[in-house]
C-alpha cells in the first residue's frame, strides 16, 4: 500500500453520524468487554496470518483453496490451543478469522459428526469414540444426502442389513443413485464418517439410522475395502471443502458400530424402539437459527462493502455545475443499499431472538412442556428459508451495487455470495421449509375452529379479520407490526379455507395441498416476515438516546420496503389503500434521505475487520484503487509477461491467419 | 456413459406434448432450412471437439481457462474458413458451439475493435488498418472503461495531447484511477488497442476521441516503452478472457493514429469537429438488441436444464400412498420454472422485434426522418436493463430450482450466470439505462402538454388515465396489455407531474431528478415491460393451430406474473380490483397446470445441442446422475487418492493433535 491515510470521502461520512457507532456494536456483541475479546481473538490471527501472504482464495483452483484451508487450519491449531476457547461464541468469532467465509475440511468433523456422536451414541460408544474423534485419530463426516435423494429421507437407498450369523451390519448403496453425495470433508479428507442408512434386521425396515463407519486406513489413509470415495468436483464456493461421493459394496461392519442411545439392535437382531422420537427436534431448531445468523453474518459484510465503496466512488454528477458525487447520493443507490443495511440488522436481531426464545422454550421443554415445541419447529423451518432468501439475494444486490468491479474477486462479495447461497438448498430446501411452516398454520386454524387456544408466536391469528390499516405519514412502528400481521393471519385464514372447500367437494386432501401451495408458500412467507419485523420493532425498542432515534428508523426501512415490495397483498382486501400506498412511498423515500448521513456509521457498526472481509472495495480507509491495483498485479495470469499461452497457442493462430493474408504489408510499428 | 437409453420419465414428457416441437424451433431459428444449417454448423464444431475431451471450463482456474478458450478458437480456425461464413447469425451459432457460453480473448477484437476502426477511421486509415486487423497481423481491444470511471464518459482522465512540433500525441495516464481497467483481451492478448481518450490541442480540451496505439511488440509481444499491461485477475465468470489494465506513461504515437473519419486534428494542431454527433447512436442501438438477446438465450439455455432435470428428478411424494413424485409435478416447482419458460421466450421474441424495429427505423432514419432516433435510443436502453435483470435473476433461479446439485459446476447453470451477469453493469449500468429511458417519457410527456403527436411507441401516453381494468377469467391478452400500459403512462405522468410540482416549488430540476429517480426506474421499468408484453403478443397472435393455443398461454403467463409480482402498481389507483387480484391468481395457478404436459417441449424447443449445454442435469436423454459421476470422477481432486496436502498439512495437524491426547487407546479399525 503505498497510501496509509485514511479516504477523505469516507473520512467525512464518519463525522456526520448522529450516533455512536460504539453503542451499536456493544450491542451486537454483548457489551463492552465481550467486544473487546472479538477483536482480541481475530487480531490475533489476522496478524499471524498476514505475514504469510495467503492468496485471495477465491481465486485460486479447488485443490489449491483446499491445500490453502488446511494449511490455515493446522496453523491456527497451537494458537487456539493456548486460547484454550471455550465459549462458543468466541470460538465461532476466532474460526472467522482463520478462514473468512470460508467452509474448512474439518468443519463438519468438529461440528456435526462430534454432535451426533455426542447426541445419538451410547455412553460406552461416547467413551470408546469420542476421545478418538476429539484427539483427531478418527476425522470424521455426516453422510445422509445421497445423490438422487435429499429432503425426503424416506427416499433414501442405503442399507444397513443386520447379519445374526457374523453380528454385522452390512451396509451397501447398491445403485448410482445411492451414492452418498455432498457431505463436507468426505471426499478426501474424512477417515470415518456416520452413515444414514436403512436398518434391515429379521426381514424388517426400521427406517433411517446412523451407523459409524471407517472408511479409510487410520494409519495410510487409503479407501478401506468396498469403499469408492472421492471429491464430487467444483462448486461455486465451498471449494476450500472436499465435499465427497461415497460408494459402499457390502462393508461389514460390527453390531456395536450402529449408534445406539435411543435404538438398538441385540445380538440376536432383535430391534428396540427408542422411547422418544421428538428429542431430535430441538437440535435441528439449533441448527437452523444458527443459519438464520450465517445470513445475516453474510449480508452484514456484503453491505459494508457496498456502503462504503459507494461513498469513496464518485460517478456522473446531480448538480451539472458541481463535480462528481459520491454515488451514495443518488437515490437509486440508496434505495439498492440501505434496505438492505436495514435487512441486514433485522435479520441479525431475528436470529438472536430466535435463539434466546429456543433457549426459554427449551427449559419449559425439559420440564415437560412438549406444547412449546410444533410453533418452535415452526419458526425455525420459516426462518432459515426467509433469512436465506434474503440474505443470499441482498449479498447478490450489493454485488451488483458495486457496478463493474464487484464481478471481480478483488471485491469480495462473490467469495460471500458463494458460501452464503447453498443455505438456500441445505438443510432442508427453503420451500420444503415454508410448506413444513404452512402445515403448523393451516393446523392453527383448526385449532382456532375448535375453541383452542394458540400458543404465543401463532395468537395473533385469533384476531378478527377485515377492517383496514390506520397507516398514516408517522408511519408508527407499532402499525407496520400489525400490518404485518393482518396480512399473514389474512393469507393463512384465506389458504386453510380453500383447503376446506376442497376437503368438502371431496378433493383428495393431498391433491388440494399441492393445489394451493403457492399460496401456502405465501402464507409461511408472511408468516415468517411477520415475526422478524416484529421481533426488530420490539429490540429497537430496547435502546435509547440518539441510537434509538437511528434504530428505528433502520426497522422502518425494512418494514416499509418490505410492504412496498408485496404491496398488492397488504391492498388486494382493502387493508392498505391506494393513498396509504402513496405515503408509504413517500416514506420510503424519506428514509433513505434521512439515513444517508448515517449509512457508513451503520455499517461500521458491524466491526468487521478488514481482514474478514478480504475486499479490495470494503477496505476501512477507503483506499480502494490502491487495493484493487495490487489485487490486479497477484493475478496468476501476470507472473510472465509474455505467457506459454501466447507461444502455444496465440502465436500458431496468429501466423495461421498471417498465411491466409500473404499480400498485407506488415509493419514493425504502427 | 453406462447406458444409452432415454430416461423414461423424459421420455413420456415428449409423448405427452400437444404441439409439434419442430414448428416452434422453425419460428426461433427463421424456418427449416436455416433450422438445418444452424445444427449442422454446431454438430459439426461439436463432435469435431468432443474428441478433445476438454476438461469442464468452469471448474479450472484463470488461466488454464485462457487457454482452453485460445485452443478452442485456435482449433477452429480452419473449419471457420472451410465454411466461409458470412451471414452473421452462422457465425454466432459456430462460435456458440466453439466455445458455449465463454468470453474468448479475440471476441472484442473481432466485434468492438474492427467494428470501430470500420466505423470511426478514415478512408485512408481503414485502407491501412483493417488488413492487419483481419489478418491479426494486429489483435486488438477497446479501451474506454477506467479504474476509477465508467458509466459518466467526461470523467475519464486520460488524455491525448498534441505536440505540434513533433506531430506526435502524447497519451498519458497520469493516476491510479485512470488505468484502463476491464476491456477484453487487454491483458494478455491484445498487441493493439484503441484507446478513448481527452483530446487536447492548443490547450483546448475537446472531449473525448478514439486513438489507435500499438501496446505490444508484433514479434516478441513485450509491452513497449511507456505500457504497463496485465489481466486485472479472477472474476466470477470470463475467466476464458483476459480482461486488462492499462496504464500509459506518455506514450507518444503518430498524429495519424487518431481515428478521423469523423473529427480531425490537422498537423498544426487546429481541431476540425464533426458534421453530425448523433450517427453513433445506432450501433450503440444494435449492439444493445445483442445483450437483450444474449439474456434471452442465457435464460432459454438454463431454463431448459433446470425444465429437464425437474422432471427426472423425483423426490418426496404427492399421494402419501403412491411413489416418488417428479418435482415438476409440484405446483411450487411449476411456480419457480414456468414463468422463467415464458421469460425466455418473451426476450427471445422482444429482441428479435427490437432488432427488426431497429432495421426498419434505419431505413427512415437514412432518408433523413431522425425523430425515430430518440424512442428507438429510449426503448434499446431500457430493454437492455429490463432483460438483463429478468435474465440474470431467471438464470439464477433455475438454478435454486435444481435443488443442491445446481451448486456444482456440473449443472452447467454457474457457468451461465457467470457469463450473462456481467451484462447488468456493462455497457451501461442498468440503472442508469433506466434514467435515459425516463428522461425520454418525461419529455414525451411535456411534447403532449405542449400538443404535439407523440412516435409510435409512445402514443399510449396519449391515453386517458382514470378507469378500470376489463380484466376477467378469460384473462384477454388485449387486456392485459392494456393494463401494462396502463400502469406505464400512470407512472409516466405521475413522476412528470411530480417533478413539474418541484420546478413550480423552486427546487433545482436537477435536485427533483434525483429526488424523484426510484419512482423514474420504476416508470421506465412498466414502459420497457409493457413493450416486451405487447410485442409478444403481437408474434403469438401471427402463430396457429395448437401450437398457438400454447404460446397464447404461455405469453399470458408472462403478463400475468408480472402483474402479480408488482400488483401493488396496478391497484394503487384503483385500476386492478381484489376481485381481479384473486382472478389473476388463479388464473396463475390453472395455467401453471395447463402448461406442465407441454415443459419439456417447449424447452426442446430451443434446441440447444447437450454440448452447448454443458450440464449433467440438462441432458437430453435425460441420465443425469450418470451424468453427475462421471462429473466427479473428473475433478483434479481424485488425480491422487491421497494427496500431497494430506501428508504435508492434514498429517501433521493429526499428529499434533494425537500428542495432546497420549492417553488415548488407539485402534487399527473401529
Same mark, same amino acid.
Given at each position: 500500500?503505498?497510501?496509509?491515510?485514511?479516504?477523505?470521502?469516507?473520512?467525512?461520512?464518519?463525522?456526520?453520524?448522529?450516533?455512536?457507532?460504539?453503542?451499536?456494536?456493544?450491542?451486537?456483541?454483548?457489551?463492552?468487554?465481550?467486544? #473487546?475479546?472479538?477483536?482480541?481473538?481475530? @487480531? !490475533?490471527? *489476522?496478524? &499471524?496470518?498476514?505475514? +504469510?501472504?495467503?492468496?485471495?482464495? $477465491?481465486?485460486?483452483?479447488?485443490?489449491?483453496?483446499?491445500?490453502?484451508?488446511?494449511?490455515?487450519?493446522? #496453523?491456527?491449531?497451537?494458537?487456539?490451543? @493456548? !486460547?484454550? *476457547?471455550? &465459549?462458543?461464541?468466541? +470460538?465461532?468469532?476466532?474460526?472467522? $478469522?482463520?478462514?473468512?467465509?470460508?467452509?474448512?475440511?474439518?468443519?463438519?468433523?468438529?461440528?456435526?459428526?462430534?454432535?451426533?456422536?455426542?447426541?445419538?451414541?451410547?455412553?460406552?460408544?461416547?467413551?470408546?469414540? +469420542?476421545?478418538?474423534?476429539?484427539?483427531?485419530?478418527?476425522?470424521?463426516?455426516?453422510?445422509?444426502?445421497?445423490?438422487?435423494?435429499?429432503?425426503?429421507?424416506?427416499?433414501?437407498?442405503?442399507?444397513?442389513?443386520?447379519?445374526?450369523?457374523?453380528?454385522?451390519?452390512?451396509?451397501?448403496?447398491?445403485?448410482?443413485?445411492?451414492?452418498?453425495?455432498?457431505?463436507?470433508?468426505?471426499?478426501?479428507?474424512?477417515?470415518?464418517?456416520?452413515?444414514?442408512?436403512?436398518?434391515?434386521?429379521?426381514?424388517?425396515?426400521?427406517?433411517?439410522?446412523?451407523?459409524?463407519?471407517?472408511?479409510?486406513?487410520?494409519?495410510?489413509?487409503?479407501?478401506?475395502?468396498?469403499?469408492?470415495?472421492?471429491?464430487?468436483?467444483?462448486?461455486?464456493?465451498?471449494?476450500?471443502?472436499?465435499?465427497?461421493?461415497?460408494?459402499?459394496?457390502?462393508?461389514?461392519?460390527?453390531?456395536?458400530?450402529?449408534?445406539?442411545?435411543?435404538?438398538?439392535?441385540?445380538?440376536?437382531?432383535?430391534?428396540?424402539?427408542?422411547?422418544?422420537?421428538?428429542?431430535?427436534?430441538?437440535?435441528?431448531?439449533?441448527?437452523?437459527?444458527?443459519?438464520?445468523?450465517?445470513?445475516?453474518?453474510?449480508?452484514?459484510?456484503?453491505?459494508?462493502?457496498?456502503?462504503?465503496?459507494?461513498?469513496?466512488?464518485?460517478?456522473?454528477?446531480?448538480?451539472?455545475?458541481?463535480?462528481?458525487?459520491?454515488?451514495?447520493?443518488?437515490?437509486?443507490?440508496?434505495?439498492?443499499?440501505?434496505?438492505?443495511?436495514?435487512?441486514?440488522?433485522?435479520?441479525?436481531?431475528?436470529?438472536?431472538?430466535?435463539?434466546?426464545?429456543?433457549?426459554?422454550?427449551?427449559?419449559?421443554?425439559?420440564?415437560?412442556?412438549?406444547?412449546?415445541?410444533?410453533?418452535?419447529?415452526?419458526?425455525?423451518?420459516?426462518?432459515?428459508?426467509?433469512?436465506?432468501?434474503?440474505?443470499?439475494?441482498?449479498?447478490?444486490?450489493?454485488?451488483?451495487?458495486?457496478?463493474?468491479?464487484?464481478?471481480?474477486?478483488?471485491?469480495?462479495?462473490?467469495?460471500?455470495?458463494?458460501?452464503?447461497?447453498?443455505?438456500?438448498?441445505?438443510?432442508?430446501?427453503?420451500?420444503?421449509?415454508?410448506?413444513?411452516?404452512?402445515?403448523?398454520?393451516?393446523?392453527?386454524?383448526?385449532?382456532?375452529?375448535?375453541?383452542?387456544?394458540?400458543?404465543?408466536?401463532?395468537?395473533?391469528?385469533?384476531?378478527?379479520?377485515?377492517?383496514?390499516?390506520?397507516?398514516?405519514?408517522?408511519?408508527?412502528?407499532?402499525?407496520?407490526?400489525?400490518?404485518?400481521?393482518?396480512?399473514?393471519?389474512?393469507?393463512?385464514?384465506?389458504?386453510?379455507?380453500?383447503?376446506?372447500?376442497?376437503?368438502?367437494?371431496?378433493?383428495?386432501?393431498?391433491?388440494?395441498?399441492?393445489?394451493?401451495?403457492?399460496?401456502?408458500?405465501?402464507?409461511?412467507?408472511?408468516?415468517?416476515?411477520?415475526?422478524?419485523?416484529?421481533?426488530?420493532?420490539?429490540?429497537?425498542?430496547?435502546?435509547?438516546?440518539?441510537?434509538?432515534?437511528?434504530?428505528?428508523?433502520?426497522?422502518?426501512?425494512?418494514?416499509?420496503?418490505?410492504?412496498?415490495?408485496?404491496?398488492?397483498?397488504?391492498?388486494?382486501?382493502?387493508?392498505?389503500?391506494?393513498?396509504?400506498?402513496?405515503?408509504?412511498?413517500?416514506?420510503?423515500?424519506?428514509?433513505?434521505?434521512?439515513?444517508?448521513?448515517?449509512?457508513?456509521?451503520?455499517?461500521?457498526?458491524?466491526?468487521?475487520?478488514?481482514?474478514?472481509?478480504?475486499?479490495?472495495?470494503?477496505?476501512?480507509?477507503?483506499?480502494?484503487?490502491?487495493?484493487?491495483?495490487?489485487?490486479?498485479?497477484?493475478?496468476?495470469?501476470?507472473?510472465?509477461?509474455?505467457?506459454?499461452?501466447?507461444?502455444?497457442?496465440?502465436?500458431?493462430?496468429?501466423?495461421?491467419?498471417?498465411?491466409?493474408?500473404?499480400?498485407?504489408?506488415?509493419?514493425?510499428?504502427?
Amino acid at each position: 500500500m503505498a497510501s496509509s491515510a485514511v479516504n477523505p470521502d469516507i473520512a467525512r461520512e464518519r463525522q456526520k453520524a448522529t450516533f455512536d457507532v460504539d453503542q451499536l456494536t456493544y450491542i451486537l456483541y454483548d457489551g463492552p468487554a465481550k467486544t #473487546r475479546r472479538k477483536r482480541y481473538l481475530q @487480531n !490475533l490471527v *489476522l496478524q &499471524d496470518f498476514a505475514k +504469510l501472504k495467503f492468496k485471495p482464495v $477465491a481465486t485460486l483452483p479447488h485443490e489449491e483453496q483446499y491445500e490453502q484451508a488446511l494449511d490455515r487450519c493446522g #496453523r491456527a491449531a497451537a494458537l487456539e490451543d @493456548n !486460547l484454550a *476457547l471455550k &465459549d462458543l461464541r468466541e +470460538l465461532y468469532y476466532f474460526r472467522e $478469522a482463520v478462514a473468512p467465509q470460508v467452509a474448512v475440511p474439518y468443519g463438519v468433523h468438529y461440528s456435526m459428526f462430534m454432535d451426533t456422536l455426542e447426541r445419538q451414541a451410547s455412553e460406552e460408544q461416547k467413551a470408546k469414540w +469420542l476421545p478418538l474423534a476429539k484427539s483427531y485419530r478418527m476425522v470424521g463426516t455426516y453422510a445422509q444426502t445421497e445423490m438422487g435423494h435429499g429432503t425426503f429421507l424416506r427416499g433414501l437407498e442405503t442399507t444397513a442389513t443386520y447379519d445374526g450369523k457374523t453380528k454385522e451390519f452390512i451396509i451397501d448403496s447398491p445403485t448410482i443413485t445411492s451414492t452418498k453425495y455432498w457431505p463436507g470433508g468426505l471426499g478426501k479428507t474424512a477417515n470415518c464418517c456416520v452413515v444414514m442408512a436403512h436398518l434391515i434386521t429379521k426381514g424388517v425396515n426400521h427406517g433411517m439410522h446412523p451407523f459409524l463407519v471407517q472408511i479409510r486406513d487410520f494409519d495410510t489413509h487409503q479407501p478401506l475395502q468396498g469403499i469408492t470415495v472421492g471429491d464430487i468436483g467444483a462448486k461455486i464456493g465451498f471449494n476450500s471443502n472436499d465435499n465427497g461421493f461415497l460408494r459402499l459394496d457390502h462393508v461389514h461392519i460390527p453390531r456395536e458400530n450402529m449408534l445406539m442411545r435411543y435404538s438398538q439392535v441385540l445380538e440376536d437382531g432383535t430391534y428396540v424402539k427408542p422411547k422418544n422420537s421428538r428429542l431430535t427436534y430441538g437440535t435441528m431448531t439449533l441448527i437452523r437459527s444458527g443459519i438464520v445468523g450465517q445470513a445475516a453474518r453474510a449480508l452484514s459484510m456484503a453491505v459494508t462493502i457496498a456502503v462504503r465503496y459507494s461513498t469513496v466512488r464518485r460517478q456522473s454528477k446531480i448538480d451539472p455545475g458541481a463535480g462528481e458525487v459520491q454515488v451514495l447520493d443518488f437515490q437509486t443507490q440508496q434505495m439498492k443499499l440501505l434496505p438492505l443495511v436495514a435487512t441486514a440488522y433485522a435479520l441479525t436481531v431475528a436470529s438472536r431472538n430466535m435463539t434466546a426464545f429456543y433457549m426459554s422454550a427449551t427449559k419449559k421443554i425439559e420440564k415437560g412442556a412438549l406444547e412449546e415445541l410444533p410453533q418452535l419447529h415452526a419458526l425455525s423451518a420459516g426462518l432459515k428459508a426467509l433469512s436465506g432468501w434474503e440474505g443470499t439475494e441482498g449479498v447478490e444486490q450489493c454485488r451488483l451495487a458495486c457496478g463493474g468491479h464487484g464481478y471481480s474477486h478483488a471485491s469480495g462479495i462473490p467469495k460471500i455470495y458463494g458460501n452464503v447461497t447453498p443455505s438456500i438448498t441445505y438443510e432442508g430446501e427453503n420451500t420444503v421449509m415454508m410448506l413444513q411452516t404452512a402445515r403448523y398454520l393451516v393446523k392453527c386454524c383448526t385449532m382456532l375452529k375448535q375453541g383452542e387456544k394458540l400458543p404465543t408466536l401463532m395468537r395473533y391469528l385469533q384476531q378478527p379479520l377485515g377492517g383496514s390499516s390506520k397507516l398514516n405519514a408517522r408511519l408508527d412502528l407499532d402499525q407496520l407490526v400489525e400490518a404485518y400481521e393482518h396480512r399473514a393471519a389474512r393469507l393463512v385464514h384465506e389458504v386453510s379455507e380453500k383447503l376446506e372447500t376442497a376437503a368438502k367437494q371431496g378433493q383428495k386432501p393431498y391433491n388440494a395441498w399441492n393445489a394451493n401451495s403457492v399460496q401456502l408458500v405465501d402464507a409461511a412467507t408472511a408468516h415468517s416476515k411477520a415475526y422478524v419485523v416484529k421481533s426488530f420493532v420490539a429490540t429497537v425498542s430496547t435502546m435509547t438516546g440518539k441510537l434509538r432515534q437511528v434504530m428505528e428508523n433502520v426497522c422502518r426501512l425494512y418494514a416499509v420496503t418490505g410492504i412496498i415490495k408485496c404491496l398488492g397483498e397488504f391492498m388486494e382486501d382493502g387493508y392498505i389503500s391506494g393513498l396509504q400506498s402513496a405515503t408509504l412511498r413517500k416514506g420510503l423515500t424519506d428514509l433513505l434521505a434521512d439515513l444517508r448521513p448515517n449509512a457508513v456509521t451503520l455499517v461500521d457498526a458491524f466491526d468487521f475487520p478488514d481482514g474478514i472481509l478480504d475486499s479490495a472495495l470494503g477496505r476501512w480507509d477507503g483506499q480502494v484503487y490502491q487495493a484493487l491495483w495490487d489485487f490486479s498485479l497477484n493475478s496468476s495470469m501476470n507472473e510472465k509477461q509474455v505467457l506459454d499461452a501466447y507461444h502455444k497457442y496465440q502465436r500458431p493462430f496468429m501466423e495461421y491467419q498471417w498465411k491466409k493474408h500473404p499480400s498485407v504489408t506488415v509493419v514493425a510499428r504502427l
